[in-house]
């Protein structure tokens, strides 16, 4: 039987985060970022790992980009590190052209091989500088108005080839894993027994609301002055899981479902996709510790409409309603997060990280649910996983990747039945990542949250994600078998006909579309 359809004009590619891959982080003008201070404190909080050189996309982006060409990738979504082009972040600081002149290598690299660039502003490499310099997101004035100016940059410098534009990644993790549990850059909590600094009770919801307010401001600058002259899109991407009642004949466990969702994607979806205040439960629960929106920022709010929702899609769990009153530290909606239900049914099949498993009829469920309430298309911005033992096999073993296979399989399915049976409204996929790199999550305990779950580049290069295998000693890259059959998977769900697979290497083109920078 063939596989479920998807539209003609489907985007999929690969991606990937600036300082996850890019290494040279002392090169041609770039100054630190919040990661490059987090990584090198001492005692260690990424198992000794940094992104110092990380897989050398610096100096081997055109290696890298050979293979998106093999693999067939229609679109890459990349980021840019923030501080490689304004190295002290400000809006009175000084461009660094070095950094200009990177990204546009970067941007021309992918046009002469087809390939549409998709750029993400903002993923969690804050400018250490402004951190320094008044607190970084914790000053809601200042970063909206710093991140509003570097945007302007970027779109002057690359929206004339830059079509695709997302502000932020996931700033439910910068808020909660960055200010509540330390576990991320720059490590603040005040429950994280390594912390020194920081308030879990407070700080993680005024970074929400720096980070929703930038994006706004991102947006609203676009529509106004780019928008007419460079006829792009703009959108966020949020991660979340979705979320099924432990117990599903108890109403209170389908409540503490509903509220899980809305604490983890309505903290960020319902003031950037309609313009409203934060969803009712999260006001019950945090109270005044909970930042309000003046009339002037819903304002600018409203002219922030944006093209698309971006959504980072990797599981989902079951949620379990606590009887007791939540405490000031909780951020999960006063909810048990549990990967069995109460008949000890595992929510999917589990994978190479043990809070990850797969859930694709629930992805379904899952897009169904965001497209309906927030009534945006949606690009899946990341969507991936390491096969079980991964992180310990050799490299001849590794790329025999059957799991991941049958991971991109049933949730591409998922995708086509949302779009063809859902009437939801899907455009792309991108797949997570293009390649291994400095690590993507971990799973821990800490104390007073039970059942706290960790999003966490401070795994260092432990767990695997790539479709393409690194050798971190040599750098050396090897396709695994899922990187060469994603094309044949998408081809098959949108009527491509004995599609000849593309060579080794690049074969470029002629360069229509791309400019020369001397």
């Known amino acids: 039987m063939s596989?479920?359809?998807?539209?003609?004009?489907?985007?999929?590619?690969?991606?990937?985060?600036a300082y996850q891959i890019e290494g040279a982080v002392d090169d041609d003008g770039r100054e630190k970022s919040i990661w490059d201070t987090f990584c090198h404190l001492e005692p260690t909080r990424t198992k000794g790992a940094s992104g110092d050189i990380a897989c050398d996309h610096y100096h081997r982006f055109q290696e890298d980009f050979d293979l998106l060409s093999r693999y067939g990738a229609k679109a890459y979504r990349f980021s840019i590190s923030w501080s490689r082009i304004i190295p002290l972040g400000g809006r009175n600081d000084s461009i660094n052209e070095s950094g200009i002149e990177f990204y546009n290598r970067l941007i021309d690299s992918l046009l002469v091989r087809g390939i549409t660039p998709w750029v993400t502003l903002y993923h969690w490499d804050l400018p250490q500088a402004l951190h320094d310099r008044y607190g970084g997101w914790l000053d809601v004035e200042e970063s909206q108005l710093d991140f509003e100016r570097y945007a302007k940059v970027c779109y002057?410098?690359?929206?004339?080839?830059?079509?695709?534009?997302?502000?932020?990644?996931?700033?439910?993790?910068?808020?909660?894993?960055?200010?509540?549990?330390?576990?991320?850059?720059?490590?603040?909590?005040?429950?994280?027994?390594?912390?020194t600094e920081g308030n879990t009770a407070t700080e993680p919801w005024i970074v929400g609301k720096a980070l929703i307010m930038s994006h706004a401001r991102a947006v609203a600058l676009y529509n106004k002055d780019f928008r007419a002259i460079q006829h792009g899109k703009i959108g966020i991407s949020l991660n979340g899981d979705y979320y099924e009642p432990w117990d599903s004949q108890d109403e209170r466990d389908k409540l503490a479902a509903e509220r899980r969702m809305e604490f983890h994607i309505g903290w960020f979806a319902n003031p950037v996709c309609l313009a409203q205040d934060y969803p009712a439960c999260m006001r019950e629960q945090i109270?005044?510790?909970?930042?309000?929106?003046?009339?002037?920022?819903?304002?600018?709010?409203?002219?922030?409409?944006?093209?698309?929702?971006?959504?980072?899609?990797?599981?989902?769990?079951?949620?379990?309603?606590?009887?007791?009153?939540?405490?000031?530290?909780?951020?999960?909606?006063?909810?048990?997060?549990c990967q069995e239900?109460?008949?000890?049914?595992?929510?999917?099949?589990?994978?190479?990280?043990?809070?990850?498993?797969?859930?694709?009829?629930?992805?379904?469920?899952?897009?169904?649910?965001?497209?309906?309430?927030?009534g945006k298309p949606i690009y899946i911005t990341e969507n991936g996983c390491p096969c079980p033992g991964e992180e310990k096999m050799t490299c001849e073993d590794a790329v025999k990747d059957d799991y991941r296979?049958?991971?991109?399989?049933?949730?591409?399915?998922?995708?086509?039945?949302a779009c063809n049976e859902d009437g939801s409204d899907i455009k792309g996929y991108f797949a997570w990542s293009l390649m291994d790199n400095l690590g993507k999550f971990d799973l821990a305990t800490l104390a007073p949250l039970d059942e706290l779950r960790f999003l966490e580049w401070s795994d260092g290069y432990g767990v695997r994600f790539g479709v393409t295998f690194t050798d971190y000693d040599t750098l050396e890259r090897t396709p695994k078998k899922s990187a060469l059959q994603l094309k044949s998977m998408f081809d098959?769900?949108?009527?491509?006909?004995?599609?000849?697979?593309?060579?080794?290497?690049?074969?470029?083109?002629?360069g229509k579309g791309a400019r020369a920078h001397m």
């Not at 239900?341 to 809070?355: A, I, L, N, R």
């Not at 296979?405 to 039945?417: E, G, M, P, S």
């Open 287 to 337: 109270g005044e510790r909970l930042p309000k929106f003046t009339n002037a920022e819903f304002d600018l709010l409203r002219k922030a409409n944006m093209d698309f929702y971006g959504m980072n899609y990797y599981t989902s769990q079951f949620a379990r309603h606590r009887d007791e009153y939540a405490p000031e530290v909780d951020f999960l909606g006063n909810v048990e997060e």
């Open 156 to 195: 002057e410098r690359f929206g004339d080839r830059v079509k695709n534009w997302i502000t932020l990644n996931e700033p439910w993790i910068v808020s909660i894993f960055g200010y509540a549990t330390g576990g991320n850059a720059p490590g603040r909590s005040s429950i994280n027994p390594q912390s």
């Open 341 to 374: 239900d109460k008949q000890g049914v595992s929510v999917g099949e589990p994978s190479g990280v043990h809070w990850l498993r797969s859930t694709p009829s629930l992805f379904r469920k899952h897009l169904t649910r965001v497209y309906r309430k927030y």
């Open 405 to 417: 296979i049958r991971y991109f399989q049933d949730h591409i399915d998922a995708v086509a039945l």
């Open 3 to 17: 596989p479920v359809q998807l539209p003609h004009d489907f985007e999929w590619g690969f991606a990937t985060a």
């Open 492 to 510: 098959e769900r949108m009527g491509a006909v004995n599609t000849q697979s593309q060579t080794d290497g690049a074969e470029e083109s002629s």
